[in-house]
């Protein structure tokens, strides 16, 4: 990580989202400085803390707060689902909010409430194109996803297989995130994931299950409700299709659960 001579002493919170876990921050004085290979380190499950991915909730002057989230690789990342869950939780516990929050992340604004039994429910960004292409659909629900239909989730090699799509020249030279999503019925999905910049299956992915669930009614509209299983626990999502291509009021529900806390030298 740094020097000797340069470390800091970092008081850090553990958080999972439906098994999808961060190293949580609060940086509201803008103290942590960490360049890319310091949070490689932190989040190397070997090495150190362990994690797919860290946030740093910092300072807003308009909202609650900043949510600024990087990937296991350090490198800063789009839109992170059960992160958002996890931070507002966080946030709730530091008491900068109460049962609500409004906060700033790469994508924008989210609103986002904590329900009485303590899951959070999390507006998404809407989104504004589905791209259909047989078996495959394509859309961005605050980070890239490819949602591809199987028959047989559990026996879906999904990190062979999502590691091609991903690294296909078509979505180069930043990637995509893939899901594999297996039709369990009319209102429930099973849900696997490979994620860029973990460069593996997460347990779950929000921006992923909800990408499912939003691709699981084709070219319908109207109102749904989906209720996803994912390898790490489950996940609802509800959102209005106003078009065939088009979803709005996106809501990603799920828990957001404090696991540890601790103080590192990085």
Request: glycine residues 10%; aromatic residues 8%.
């Amino acid at each position: 990580m740094h020097d000797q001579t340069s470390y800091m002493q970092i008081h850090f919170y553990k958080y999972h989202g439906a098994g999808n876990d961060f190293i949580v921050i609060d940086n509201r004085a803008g103290e942590v400085l960490l360049d890319t290979q310091s949070i490689l380190g932190l989040c190397h499950r070997r090495f150190g803390i362990g994690a797919d991915g860290l946030m740093l909730l910092e300072r807003s002057n308009e909202f609650d707060f900043d949510m600024k989230y990087f990937n296991a690789d350090g490198n800063e990342s789009t839109m992170c689902g059960n992160g958002g869950r996890c931070i507002v939780k966080f946030a709730a516990r530091l008491g900068l909010i109460g049962k609500q929050a409004n906060f700033t992340a790469i994508d924008g604004l989210h609103h986002a409430e904590i329900r009485n039994d303590g899951k959070v429910d999390l507006q998404m960004n809407n989104v504004s194109a589905i791209d259909f292409r047989g078996n495959v659909q394509i859309l961005n629900t605050g980070s890239p996803h490819y949602v591809s239909w199987v028959n047989d989730v559990l026996g879906t090699d999904v990190v062979a297989k999502g590691r091609d799509v991903r690294y296909a020249s078509e979505f180069s030279p930043k990637g995509i995130n893939v899901n594999f999503v297996q039709k369990l019925s009319e209102k429930s999905l099973f849900v696997r994931t490979y994620e860029r910049g973990v460069e593996d299956e997460t347990l779950s992915c929000g921006t992923g299950v909800t990408a499912a669930a939003i691709a699981a009614s084709c070219r319908e509209t109207g109102n749904f409700s989906m209720d996803i299983t994912t390898s790490g626990g489950a996940l609802t999502v509800k959102f209005t299709k106003d078009s065939p291509v088009t979803a709005v009021n996106v809501h990603l529900i799920g828990p957001a659960v404090e696991v540890y806390s601790g103080t590192i030298i990085s």
